[in-house]
């Protein structure tokens, strides 16, 4: 079954960095485009940033746009996040989630069928 | 951004009941939305796309219905493994919004 299985979460002191990574596998990963959503302790869903298959598309949240950057290498069948003057309100647990088009006739929709089980990133002063 | 309204945000219900959760877009995002059940600790599952398209191994007990701007998500016969938060998404626009989440829990 296909997996997702994110890591590169921590402690980390406001202002600072930190890269995330997901690891896919059971799939093939350079056909499908892919999503950053974090969730904040007791909290909802929040989506956080998107990438195209090939990597050339990509969207970001307001919330950490210039802050963030997604990228993923497909050689390596790997989804990274790198976060960068990290706030107290961008901690959460960061989830890699895979985006899959569904067709219905003539409706076409999206859908996050698999996600990876997470990783937290708390940050403090 | 198109924002999601889910209501309530916690209910409680017995085993063997029904529950019935709504979502409400700000804008008509006719049939582009999607259910999500998640278990303490663990990633969001997708129960139900397009509205009313259940996930293919998802049980039958689940529903949803709706279009435009207001949507169900109705479980019958709840089951214990049902007790759990469900959260709705729209991907009728980018950036693809999640509800705030509604806590389904044993009465």
């Known amino acids: 079954e296909v997996q997702l299985v994110e890591s590169g979460g921590g402690l980390v002191q406001t202002g600072g960095s930190l890269r995330l990574s997901c690891a896919a596998s059971?799939?093939?990963?350079?056909?499908?485009?892919m999503n950053w959503v974090r969730q904040a302790p007791g909290k909802g869903l929040e989506w956080v940033s998107y990438?195209?298959?090939?990597?050339?598309?990509?969207y970001y949240a307001d919330s950490v746009k210039g802050r963030f950057t997604i990228s993923r290498d497909n050689a390596k069948n790997s989804l990274y996040l790198q976060m960068n003057n990290l706030r107290a309100e961008d901690t959460a647990v960061y989830y890699c989630?895979?985006?899959?088009?569904?067709?219905?006739?003539?409706?076409?929709?999206?859908?996050?069928?698999?996600w990876g089980q997470g990783t937290l990133v708390t940050v403090s002063s | 951004d198109i924002p999601m309204t889910q209501s309530p945000s916690s209910l409680s219900a017995s085993v063997g009941g029904s529950v019935t959760i709504t979502c409400r877009a700000s804008?008509?995002?006719?049939?582009?939305l999607n259910w999500y059940q998640q278990k303490p600790g663990k990633a969001p599952k997708l129960l139900i796309y397009?509205?009313?398209t259940l996930q293919s191994g998802v049980p039958s007990r689940f529903s949803g219905s709706g279009s435009g701007t207001d949507f169900t998500l109705t479980i019958n016969s709840l089951q214990p493994e049902d007790f759990a938060s469900y959260f709705c998404?729209?991907?009728?626009?980018?950036?693809?919004?999640f509800g705030g989440g509604t806590k389904v829990e044993i009465k």
């Open positions: 989630a895979r985006e899959k088009t569904m067709v219905q006739g003539v409706i076409i929709t999206r859908v996050f069928d698999y």
């Open positions: 804008q008509s995002i006719r049939t582009y």
């Open positions: 397009s509205a009313s």
């Open positions: 059971k799939f093939t990963f350079s056909s499908y485009e």
């Open positions: 990438i195209s298959s090939g990597g050339s598309s990509i």
């Open positions: 998404q729209q991907t009728y626009s980018p950036p693809f919004t």
